[in-house]
């Protein structure tokens, strides 16, 4: 199976910052990476196809990008509502596999 | 609009059996690739099978051969049958609509609240 890693594995923000994400896949997969957000308690919510592409409805201030086995999630402006835990994850192979998580918390 | 609506899970004993329905609707159950895809407490996700259009299934190491999807077209519901459930098993369980169309590209687009499974003595 395709190993994610993500780092951090968690990381303080405030309202305004920038905040950058990263996801290491243990083999090259092109761009077949997506990412997702969750929320305590809920289900995650799709935000970005093929390593760059935004999802309809998510905020500009989401961007990703990356290709091989390095990619990022930012997020410019962080928001009140964008804290939360991220996830990538490889769509080049079944099973597709989950990076194990970042979570963006409030300084 | 599309929805996905969990059920069945519950408390369990070790080496129990549950199933676990996803009700779908606001599309065609019989043209999508649904997924299940599950979070144990405090943890990551894991993606644990997909049933096909054409019917054809896979899973996930970890449960191959005690789990089985399945899907009733005419209800519009997918199924997750657990047998030989271990504490190990113990998540909230998501169905997840593909966003392929004419093939799988296991990519979740939709996902149901989940349904919480407990295996415990």
């Known amino acids: 199976d395709i190993q994610m890693t993500q780092f951090p594995s968690s990381l303080s923000a405030s309202v305004g910052d920038r905040v950058t994400i990263a996801c290491r896949a243990s083999?090259?997969?092109?761009?077949?990476l997506n990412w997702y957000q969750q929320k305590p308690g809920k289900a995650p919510k799709f935000l970005i196809s093929s390593a760059s592409t935004l999802q309809s409805g998510v905020p500009s201030r989401f961007s990703g990008s990356g290709s091989g086995t390095l990619f990022t999630l930012t997020i410019d402006t962080l928001q009140p509502e964008d804290f939360a835990t991220y996830y990538c994850?490889?769509?080049?192979?079944?099973?597709?596999?989950f990076g194990q998580g970042t979570q963006v918390e409030i300084k | 609009e599309v929805q996905l609506v969990e059920s069945g899970g519950g408390l369990i004993h070790p080496g129990g059996s549950l199933r676990l329905s996803c009700a779908a609707s606001?599309?065609?159950?019989?043209?999508?690739?649904m997924t299940w895809v599950r979070q144990a407490p405090g943890k990551g996700l894991e993606w644990l099978s997909v049933?096909?259009?054409?019917?054809?299934?896979y899973y996930a190491e970890s449960v191959q051969g005690r789990f089985t999807i399945s899907r009733d077209n005419f209800r519009n519901t997918v199924y997750l049958q657990m047998n030989s459930l271990g504490a190990e098993d113990t998540a909230v369980y998501y169905c997840a609509r593909d966003r392929g169309g004419e093939s799988y590209w296991g990519i979740f687009e939709y996902w149901g609240q989940g349904t919480l499974v407990t295996v415990s003595s």
């Open positions: 049933i096909y259009r054409d019917g054809s299934t």
């Open positions: 606001g599309f065609t159950l019989s043209t999508s690739y």
């Open positions: 083999q090259s997969i092109s761009t077949y």
């Open positions: 994850q490889q769509n080049f192979r079944t099973p597709q596999t």
